[in-house]
């Protein structure tokens, strides 16, 4: 066996997207899952208790490992690997939504996005288990059971913090406040959505909605928290158009294979 | 992924049955007989991070079969989306099927999706014995909180368990307490 093979990444056996679409849909589902990995690794060794560093790793790998099929399917329209989707694009170039990219904040801001995002994953994922891509079902399918677990921990949490302390609660608030206005940017249909969802290839996002609501709505308020008014609704990041920190982010997540191209250790 | 692993099959595990007809260059029963071969030498694969268990006891070895272009193929599927000893287990697996055909391929396919419901009795019993707690019931994962079952401590048997934490040292596995004996241990969640 050469070394060369040894380091190889490993990414599911399958053929390509069907259509450029189809490869641009698992491309930004895999930004979702991407750019959330990379901003939970940095409560590595930095939450109140190592099951916490522990729990919050595991959740960010479970990610990283969607985020890897579903840019190696994606990318393979283009003969992009999943390296070159992660490593080597502008930021005008990732299409994640832009709750995900959010600054993690404090403990609280960090879970109660977990909580809406994880919600809002579960319900994505299990409609696309019946999706006619046979990829993106089969990724869907695995990658659901994982998701119910992060839906567990982060509600869990919430619920501690939100019917906490009068700190924790105030933080949890606050956390709410900050976030929830980014969760409109997941529901938001546009023309790839509706071509995909024309297909039967994915679900519109507008229709995840509900679903989602009857999750995280009724644990929210046994966590005694307010749920924000529906307003202000950030978006621009399906597009192209992300936030400030963003550009830090990738930063760091590139430095290394933008130094030394093809570094392998 | 190299090239030569790559694979448009999407035939589930036991359905090899066809394409080994294809083989035309094999009599029926010698190839019938490198296969078992075959599946002989991958199936003592250990896991990386549980070494007392096997990819045949986990059910990461999905199957062994002549692929419709005639070579002879290796089905693994992963634990986890993200877990890293897949690659450590695709290459093991790789090396050692190369051992007895030259020509064999790994290949990993996503569906359907693992679940803890295949690792084998076998598996269950000597994941005891290495003092994670065995798996409770069957069954689907739901997306409810504190409605996890029962799990008995594998040092005491005491079924006055708590979790510390859903996620532990390996994506499979979770973090638990025992309240009587006051061990902590490692239980393999289902999946």
New interface residues.
Partial sequence: MTADRISEPVSPDAGQPANQDIAGYAIRLGDDALILAQRLIEWSARSHEIEEDVALANIALDLLGQARSLLSYGGGYWAKSEDDLAFLREERRFTNVQLVELDNGDFAVTMVRQLLFSAYQYELYRTLESSVDGQLAAIAGKAVKEVAYHVEHAGSWVLRLGDGTELSHQRAQTGLDAVWPYTHELFTDDELAGRVADRGVGPLPSLLRDGWLGTVQPLLTEATLTIPADDWRPSGGRSGLHTQGFGYLLAELQHLHRSHPGATW | ??TE????S?DLPGSSADARSLNADVPPSSAEARLAELREAVASVPDPEIPVLTIADLGILRDVRWATDGQPEVVIT?T?????A??AI??DV??RA?AVLPAARV?????????TDWITEDGRHKLAEYGIAPLGRPGP??????CRPTVACPRCGSTDTEV??????T?CKA?RRCRDCAEPFDEF?P?
């Fill in positions: 992924m190299s692993a790559r694979s448009s999407t992963p986890y989306s993200g877990c890293p897949t690659e695709r290459d790789l090396s190369h290949v990993i396919e996503l569906a359907p999706a693992w679940t994962v739901r997306v409810q909180l504190g510390v934490s859903q996620f532990g040292s994506p973090l969640k999946l």
